[in-house]
Structure formats: C-alpha cells, structure tokens
C-alpha cells in the first residue's frame, strides 16, 4: 500500500497529513506538486533516451557498421534525433520545471492554474516524442534543431503555449509587484521560444522565403534557440539558487540588468557568425562576428557575479550537492562562451568548420552549463517538493563527479579533435580517410566520455526513483524538515 501511495503521492498534495499547518511556501509547492512532478519525470526519462543515443552515434563516428543493419539507426537519423532528444526532452522539461517552480515560490501564492501547466507538458512530451518518430521514419527536414517532420510543429508549438501561459499568468498573479532577475529570464526564455519558433516555422516551412534566406533563418533560430531559451532558464535557476543555498546576496545584483539586455541583444545576433564561409552577404556574417564578441560584455558580469557569490562561501561549495553543480554548470559558463567568441572568427572557422569543434562547445554549453545547472537546481526543489531528504547522498556524488567528468572528457576530445581534424583536411593532400583513422583516438575518447555520461545518468535515474517511492519517515512527515530560506533575492544592495 505504501509503494502504491508513493508511486501516485503528487496526485495527494495533503498526503502527508500536515497540510493544515504548512506555511505558505509549502501550500504553493503542494498547488504544483502533480505539474512540477511531471516535468521531472520527463527530464528524466529525455536524460537517459540522450544518454543512450549520444553513445551510439559517438560509437558510429569511428566503427561506422555498428547497428548498420538497422535502417532506423543511421548516423543521419541517430545524431539529429540526439541533439532533439537533449534540447526538448531533457533540457526543456529540467528546465521548465525549475522555472515553473521559482515563479510559483517567488508568486508568493499558491498557483490556481496548475492543471493547465500539468496538460501542457505532457502534451509536450508527446510532442517531441512524435517528432522523434519522426526522424527515425526519414521523415526530418535539413535544417539544424529543426529537423522535427512538419507536422510535429503544431503540437510543439500549441504545448509550449499552455506551459507559457501558466508562467505569464503566475507572474501577473504575484503577491510583490516587483520583479527580480530570474523572473526576468524565465519570462524572456517563454517569450523568445514563441518568437524564433514562429519565425523559423513560417519563413521555412510554411512560407518559404527565397534563395540562401531559409538557411539563415535557421542558422539565426539554432543560435537563439540556445542562448535567448535555454540559457534564459539556466541563469534564472542560477540567480534564484546562489542566494537560498549559500544564504547571501549576489555579489554585483545593481549589474543584473545590463547583463541581461546585454546578453538578449548580442546572443539574438551571435548565430549569424556560423555563416562566415557560406554564400551569403559579407555583412550577415560581420554582424555574428561582432555580436559574438559583444558577449566578452555579460560574461565578464556573470563571472563576476557569480563566481564572487560562490567563492564567498567556498567550503559550502562542496558541501552543498546543488551548489556544486551550480559552480560546475558557472565555469561551463565562461568556458563555452569564451569557445563561441573565438570560434567565430573567420580564421578559425576556415580551420575548424567541417569539424567536431562546434559540436564540442554546443555540447559544453548545453550540457555543462545549463544541464549541471538544472540538475544542481532539481537536486534543491525535489526536497521541497517531495518533503523527504535525498534518497541516497552517495548516488548524487557519484552522479555530480562522473558526469562532471564525462563532459570534460568530451568536449576536450571533440574540440581539440576538430582543431587537429581541421588542421589536416585543410593543410595537407592526403585523403580523408587517413585523416579521420589519425584522429580516431579522439573518438574513441569521446566514446569512454559518452559511455561515463550514461552511467551517471542511470545513477541519476536511480536516485530519483528511490527518493520518489521510498515512504516518508516520521521526520519527514514534520513541516519543519526543510527550513525556509529568506528571499534574498527580494533585498537590493
């Protein structure tokens, strides 16, 4: 009886039997219980499908006959319907979760439209599920991150919609009129999602525009697909977490605002720089270029901010599991921006462009950044939102320190392995074959990378399993478990 109480615990918010004295941060949780819970569920779920494709097409780059009897299981199926699998399904559900959970904490109310939240994102993960079929039935388009068939669109489109409006209609409904830096990135990742997705879909699909227009359209919605939606939701949980966990103010908060229009106007802009070589207007490209070194502007606000607040309180950095990856996901931060900007220039670009750089720094960035970032922020709510204590503290270590590694491991190897890779093809007559067997050791590398990565996924899946089925104990049961935390994100310095 109690595995099946526990299976079903977020249809019963007042299963606990505690509701009636619940303060009010612990009615909001039970009012998005069921809502946040299924986003979970999904990340979970997308993170293991990624894990799992990332290692066979990492494993196909250097023993292409591997599954090659499978039609469905090329590397032109398998390596877009990785990246999908990451984005949408684990980025956007860990993502959306944690963003839909800080607006309802920051509300200051419990929310009344949580079944419109709970709908929408199981619609979205039906959504991308029909856009992985998909792809794996040939049915995808050319373009990067929007290879989903054209039919998947609408219900991606209508899903992302109801889990938008949830989120405008929580921040219009909040008790302090005042608005503070996550709520602003949250609100921004909604609202850019809307706009390059609409764009994208009409000017491609729908509509096509003519001649090289189509692919920089596509090559502008990638970019910002990355920077103006998921790294939106990766700095609002990051903003929102620093000063809860370490119990201190962001250092520099008065500079929140020039880091976020900063970083709006020259990420909507940077993609445009992977159009150096293509046959398109010299200024299109010119206008990425700069853009892209327009970001050394937010980075150096954000590494001040951020690594100052998280350096402040050191010790707790590896005494705290959320902060640890929220340190982890800062440094993946600076790391991949710094990529991106010398990445665009056109020198190296003539080196590194039919190579494994970009998607090395993508991976950094997407991975490194926003994904530890979101795993450091659900490490912090499940708690809360579950009123039980982590299930088991060696998996989450286990989990932090290996797929830390695993990232490092494959970014290293699929960067400096671009760079070698570029260098050769370009500076040399020998044949591609050649170049690709002296590269393999990078490969096979990155595989060992992969492969670590889907071992901590699974311990991920483990420890989330374990904590949602296990009963709470009677300590969990008291309303004083988890002590509330001063909004400090609230007081100006």
């Given amino acids: 009886m109690n595995l099946i109480c526990n299976l079903f615990s977020s249809l019963f918010p007042t299963l606990e039997g505690s509701a009636a004295d619940r303060d009010r941060e612990q009615a909001i949780d039970s009012s998005i219980r069921f809502a946040v819970l299924g986003l979970v569920k999904g990340s979970v779920f997308w993170l293991l499908i990624s894990s799992v494709l990332g290692l066979v097409v990492s494993i196909k780059l250097h023993s292409p006959d591997y599954l090659g009897d499978s039609e469905f299981l090329t590397y032109g199926k398998v390596y877009p319907a990785f990246w999908n699998a990451l984005v949408f399904g684990w980025l956007f559900n860990a993502g959306l979760a944690c963003c839909a959970w800080i607006l309802a904490r920051l509300s200051g109310r419990p929310s009344g439209n949580s079944g419109l939240l709970a709908i929408s994102s199981g619609a979205w993960n039906v959504a991308v599920v029909i856009g992985l079929i998909g792809i794996f039935r040939g049915e995808l388009s050319p373009y990067r991150m929007l290879e989903f068939p054209s039919y998947a669109a609408p219900f991606l489109f209508a899903a992302f919609g109801g889990i938008g409006l949830w989120i405008v209609l929580t921040f219009k409904a909040r008790a302090y009129r005042s608005a503070f830096a996550s709520q602003w990135y949250a609100l921004a990742g909604v609202f850019s999602f809307v706009w390059i997705y609409t764009v ?53 908060y008065r500079q929140a605002g020039i880091a976020f229009w900063s970083w709006i106007i020259f990420s909507s802009c940077s993609g445009l720089a992977a159009l150096v070589s293509g046959p398109f207007p010299a200024w299109v490209a010119s206008v990425g270029v700069v853009a892209s070194f327009g970001l050394f502007l937010p980075i150096t606000i954000f590494s001040m901010q951020f690594l100052s607040s998280l ?25 991949s921006t710094l990529l991106i900007i010398v990445g665009s220039l056109r020198s190296v670009q003539d080196t590194v462009q039919f190579s494994q750089f970009d998607d090395g720094v993508r991976f950094l960035f997407l991975a490194g950044f926003a994904g ?63 170049i690709l067997q002296s590269t393999q050791s990078y490969l096979v590398l990155a595989t060992i990378g992969y492969a670590m990565f889907l071992c901590g996924s699974m311990a991920y899946v483990v420890s989330f399993t374990w904590m949602l089925l296990a009963p709470r104990s009677e300590k969990e049961k008291s309303a004083d478990l988890i002590k509330s935390a001063p909004e400090l994100e609230y007081t100006p310095l």
């Fill in 200 to 252: 994208a879909q009409v000017m491609i699909f729908c509509l096509p525009a003519q001649g090289v227009f189509q692919a920089v359209v596509a090559s502008w919605f990638k970019g910002n697909l990355f920077g103006l939606v998921i790294a939106p939701f990766a700095f609002a949980t990051i903003y929102y977490l620093i000063p809860k966990a370490l119990g201190q103010h962001i250092v520099g």
């Fill in 311 to 335: 350096l402040a309180s050191f010790s707790k950095i590896w005494d705290t599991i959320s902060i640890r990856y929220i340190f982890y996901g800062v440094v993946a931060l600076i790391a």
């Fill in 372 to 434: 530890m970032s979101f795993m450091g922020a659900l490490y912090y709510i499940l708690p809360r939102l579950l009123n039980k204590e982590l299930a088991s503290a060696g998996l989450a270590d286990l989990q932090f320190w290996v797929q830390g590694l695993s990232i490092f491991v494959i970014a290293l190897c699929a960067i400096t392995g671009g760079i070698a890779h570029g260098s050769l093809l370009n500076g040399s007559t020998a044949d591609a074959v050649a």
